[in-house]
């Protein structure tokens, strides 16, 4: 099954940087549909602003973590069906394991390539 | 039986036949007892000296090498460079993928005008330049890492100096070797390379 590649994304980064990154390797991806979030708490207001259909973020963040995200995301009724990708530099199985428990359907060790990233994103939304 | 016992010390007392207790006898014993308490005494003291001796060659020792560790020396020069200068490299890092970026944003805009054919080649290595861009997140954690550190230690220094208010100041320290003048300079503390051209346009080499 093909995967729609105008469904619109949230990317959530505390570093602007990592955003463009991520922004520009989605574009070669054909995924162009993409907003984006520089902390938890802007994420989760637009995710109640406007419907998304993918969520990639970052783990470490302040004041709201990728995992904290994850968790309000998933406590929401309105959202919490919303697949939801951790890229993030954090790769100890703990870290793992505690994104797995709050609902995560994929996750994503940085640094990373496209090939990847399209996988993960295709591996979610088929 | 022993001499360190009430018995052993009562033992000359006993030497009288008819079972009275001499004068003799009682003085011989005494002085016998005053004798052992003074040795022992006088070993106590000098075991207790001893211990107090030490204690205060640690505590001197202690001192000493807090006052060479010149707690707020360490915070005030070094910990403060260190931080400045792990700071400008997480933003040298930060500036120059960005600049990476912008250059790799300008090709993509021109490869729109390629044929397909033509184009997805260099697609593909414009998306690697993009993937190797990811790496500077890494670093940029490493860092943040090593800043933490860096301020759990500068914490500690504080806590040391507070304990150790009385120290003495230490004394001024020896010309340090360098193996650069100053090293590059923090944004905004250096130089800008046009006053430097400016410089060297005022003071022409007089041999032309």
Not at chain 2, 108 to 131: C, F, M, S
Not at chain 2, 143 to 153: A, F, H, M, Q, T
Request: hydrophobic letters at 40%.
């Amino acid at each position: 099954m093909a995967v729609d590649r105008n469904i619109p994304i949230l990317i959530v980064d505390d570093y602007r940087t990592m955003l463009r990154i991520i922004r520009s390797l989605l574009r070669q991806l054909d995924f162009t549909n993409v907003d984006e979030a520089t902390d938890g708490a802007t994420a989760l207001r637009k995710l109640r602003e406007k419907p998304y259909g993918l969520v990639i973020s970052d783990w470490n963040m302040q004041p709201m973590t990728g995992l904290e995200l994850l968790k309000a995301v998933r406590a929401d009724p309105q959202l919490r069906d919303i697949p939801f990708i951790m890229v993030t530099a954090e790769s100890r199985k703990e870290n793992v394991l505690a994104a797995k428990e709050a609902g995560v359907d994929n996750y994503i060790v940085k640094p990373f390539n496209a090939e990847t990233l399209r996988a993960k994103i295709e591996a979610v939304l088929r | 039986m022993s001499a360190d016992t009430a018995e052993g010390w009562a033992g000359p007392l006993r030497q009288s036949d008819d079972g009275d207790i001499s004068f003799d006898a009682l003085f011989v014993a005494v002085r016998e007892l005053v004798t052992k308490l003074e040795d022992r005494v006088n070993e106590l003291a000098a075991r207790v000296r001893a211990d107090v001796d030490g204690l205060a060659r640690v505590i001197a020792e202690t001192r000493r090498e807090l006052r060479e560790l010149a707690p707020e020396e360490l915070r005030r020069r070094h910990l403060a460079v260190a931080n400045g200068e792990l700071d400008a490299v997480a933003r040298h890092l930060e500036e120059a993928t960005n600049e990476i970026l912008d250059a790799c944003e300008a090709m993509e805009r021109l490869l729109e005008q390629l044929p397909e054919p033509r184009r997805g080649p260099l697609l593909a290595q414009l998306t690697r330049v993009y993937e190797a861009c990811s790496f500077h997140d890494i670093p940029g954690q490493r860092i943040r890492k090593v800043v933490d550190s860096l301020e759990e230690v500068d914490r500690r220094l504080r806590q040391i100096r507070e304990s150790y208010r009385a120290l003495p100041a230490r004394p001024p320290a020896a010309e340090e070797p360098r193996s650069l003048l100053n090293g590059p300079a923090l944004p905004g503390q250096g130089t800008p390379q046009e006053e430097i051209d400016a410089l060297l346009g005022h003071h022409r080499n007089p041999r032309r």
